[in-house]
């Protein structure tokens, strides 16, 4: 009987401690797509600005150079575009961050953000494009700064609470 207690509170510490560890994955995880849709982005302001690319074209280019989160929100994009059902850049591009990026560990913010990129792309001229793009790899490098300040301190944070709260369990179910 005290065998089963024992190995009843082993489980539920290590279970508790499983989920702060999951929960810290899931910041660590959100760093790694914040760096890579900025690269992204500094690729397709590069298209812009220096090969004139039409943006069409571009997010197709962007699209063949990823192997990451972001292809198939970038092919969804691309296919969009190419249909030509006479909707706005806008709408495609809003559709498709909220249907296609649901699997990536960006929070409502990041994706807002994201949106809002697609309102004015599409429509202005070439240098208003490239502002518009600054402005965003502005907003996105502070909420990666802001990401990686705050790891550190939330993966332990998460890691210790999982396995108090395990502890705490386990006193309270003895």
Known sequence: MVAMKVIGAVLVILSTGGMGVYFSLILKERIK?????NKLILVLRGEIRYASTPLPEAVGNLATRTDGEFKRFLLAVEEELDKLEGRS??????????????DTSLNKKDKLLLSRLGENLGYLDKEMQLNTIDLYITQIQGELDDAMDSVKE????????GVMAGIFITIILI
């Open 89 to 102: 850049f806008n709408d495609i591009w809003r559709g498709c961050v909220e249907k296609e990026l649901l």
């Open 154 to 161: 939330k993966v332990r944070l998460y890691n210790m609470l």
């Open 33 to 37: 797509d914040l760096k890579e849709l």
